[in-house]
């Protein structure tokens, strides 16, 4: 009878534990980046893009989070909204949406990225995820008009939906070119540590407020 006891005793220690392992890794906060090569990290190692330095940092300071990596390289705002759907799935607890980039590179006009933005915050607002808005800014070549209208979008959406705003993401490497790869539009690892750096204390602020008490 001490033996059976005893067996019971250990199914019973062993079963509170995994469930304490289990209720840990659900309590884990599931975010996306979702966005284009600059989200991606075209041409770096899987651990040197956004997502994978901004994760580590996050843990550093204490978060329980997994940040998936939803990066598509050369992808506008319309492109994004064809996939937004699927590429952020049931359960994702929270969005850090980054497009606009290649919409500006390429010309198209600020209402219509504007429009397709629109349209993503809108759907991710349907689905009850919280999104942390990552702005861009148009490059001169395109122009003052252009650059006023596209600048814009980022603010104005930001007000509309009540999200925070991190205005742009290419702070800080933008105009330095030991930050940047060959190219001189896309941040090399150096670079992308300082993007995390410059935009911790916003997201920081983001996944406080998915801790927080609903």
Known sequence: MKFKAAVYHVIVITGLFFGAAFGAQAQTLQLV??????????????????????????KAKGYDVAITNAGVSGDTTSGGLSRIDWSVPDGTNGVILELGANDALRGVLPEQTEKNLDAMLSRLKERNI???LVGMMAPPNMGGDYGQRFNAIFPKLAAKYDVPLYPFFLDGV??????????????????????????????EAFVKSLSAPK
């Open 130 to 132: 919280p999104v942390l």
């Open 33 to 58: 980046g979702f966005g284009d090569s600059l989200m991606a990290g075209y041409q770096l190692a899987p651990t040197e893009s956004y997502t994978a330095q901004l994760e580590t940092a996050l």
């Open 174 to 203: 933008v105009t330095h070119q030991d930050l940047q790869l060959e190219d001189r539009m896309h941040p090399n690892e150096q670079g992308v540590a300082v993007m995390v750096e410059k935009s911790l204390p916003a997201v």
